[in-house]
């Protein structure tokens, strides 16, 4: 079982969050035109790393809050956790 570090609430058990997918997938600017290859890429196609890979999980039994969560997929260990809004380097 995965504990993560919520920034608003603290240490809660894995039970509490719902995972949220790559947090590192920037929607196309509003009004820009892309082609549809573009949007069928941001929408539909996500990479699977193995390592340090930067995620989304929503606190959904807690404070509902969106945070971010740098965890190594392969160990599960989880480096740091941030609050959505947060940019991580
Ligand atoms: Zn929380």
Redesign the pocket.
């Known amino acids: 079982m995965l504990y993560i570090k919520?920034?608003?609430?603290g240490l809660?058990s894995q039970n509490?969050f719902a995972y949220g997918g790559d947090a590192s997938v920037k929607r196309p600017e509003l009004n820009k035109e892309i082609s549809d290859q573009e949007w069928d890429e941001f929408v539909y196609l996500r990479k699977s790393p193995r390592g340090k890979h930067l995620e989304l999980w929503h606190?959904v039994s807690?404070?509902?809050?969106w945070?971010k969560v740098l965890r190594d997929t392969s160990t599960h260990e989880i480096f740091n956790t941030y609050k959505s809004e947060e940019k991580v380097g």
Not at 6 to 9: E, K, L, R, V
Not at 62 to 65: D, K, P, T, V
């Open positions: 919520c920034p608003h609430c809660r509490e606190h807690g404070c509902r809050q945070i």
